[in-house]
């Protein structure tokens, strides 16, 4: 079966609220992680259903198109006479926006999560090939152009190590049309251990509260914690199409993920991801990586 493939870069424009549920550890409201990383990502289904919103929001609720794209209603009658031809994976973190204490801030990722971008565009025979020869040691950080001082990220303190980082960089410019000066300035590549610290805990946490319109004060148990992706944060996720799986339609793999990576983002490069919508949450920039 043929397949075609693209990946699609997300750039925060806004916070993201992409939320998991309650938890334990002091935080109502978390965001979504990887089980096995606690890195932070946005599940493939709440991509799809955001991908789905978009399109039904541009070509009407009930045009045709849709059920072939991504499938029937799933609450309607006719949920289980084909799936949709469009795969969608989850949204990967690649770059984390982390508070400098020495300079602006910066954008920071580690070797592992280079290597699975790299493995991604290889799996969707992308050609795209990125710096996979980065190794810092816990108390390193690499960047583009060499710093003066050491660079404080958080409460932690690296030396710096300038490294050639130029295929990372134009690659990561296609994926979300970063200018390459801003790339060069601030991409910072820390030990996977040290960006797992990050990761966890460098990620906002905001108190909200509910004021009762007559007394103009907190309702009563009214507070709650809820995390976010900062702006900034940079993305990526995976689109796979096969040709349409419903039996009245013979729609080429081609056109269903021109469906998306064309029809849909082509005059507007934008895409609004998990809650709080009404708030301004949630949008972000889309740049498409077709084979």
């Known amino acids: 079966m043929t397949t075609k493939n693209a990946i699609l870069g997300l750039w925060a424009q806004a916070s993201i609220h992409a939320g998991a549920g309650s938890s334990v550890d002091g935080v109502d409201l978390p965001i979504q992680r990887e089980g096995h990383s606690a890195w932070p990502c946005v599940f493939g289904s709440s991509v799809k259903g955001a991908l789905r919103t978009k399109t039904e929001d541009k070509l009407g609720k009930n045009n045709p198109s849709i059920a072939y794209v991504f499938g029937p209603d799933s609450t309607g009658d006719n949920a289980s006479e084909h799936a949709g031809a469009l795969l969608v994976s989850d949204a990967k973190l690649l770059l984390l926006p982390v508070r400098s204490l020495t300079s602006h801030f910066k954008w920071v990722t580690c070797p592992a999560l280079l290597q ?11 050609g795209l ?104 944060t940079i993305l990526y996720f995976a689109l796979s199409a096969h040709r349409s799986r419903a039996k009245d339609s013979d729609i080429s793999a081609e056109a269903i993920l021109n469906c998306i990576t064309q029809d849909l983002f082509g005059a507007s490069p934008y895409l609004q991801l998990g809650g709080n919508e009404t708030v301004g949450m949630g949008w972000c920039k889309v740049t498409v990586v077709e084979a």
């Open 116 to 126: 699975r971008l790299q493995r991604d565009v290889i799996r969707l025979g992308l």
């Open 129 to 232: 090939k990125i710096n996979d020869d980065v190794a810092p040691q816990k108390s390193e950080a690499v960047v583009a152009k060499t710093h003066d001082t050491d660079l404080f990220l958080e409460e932690y303190r690296f030396t710096t190590r300038a490294q050639n980082l130029t295929a990372l960089i134009e690659v990561i410019n296609q994926l979300t049309d970063i200018a390459i000066e801003d790339l060069t300035e601030q991409l910072v590549i820390v030990h996977n251990d040290q960006f797992s610290y990050l990761a966890k805990y460098a990620t906002p946490v905001t108190p909200h509260i509910a004021i009762d319109n007559d007394s103009k004060t907190v309702k009563p148990g009214a507070l709650w914690y809820e995390e976010t992706l900062p702006p900034e």
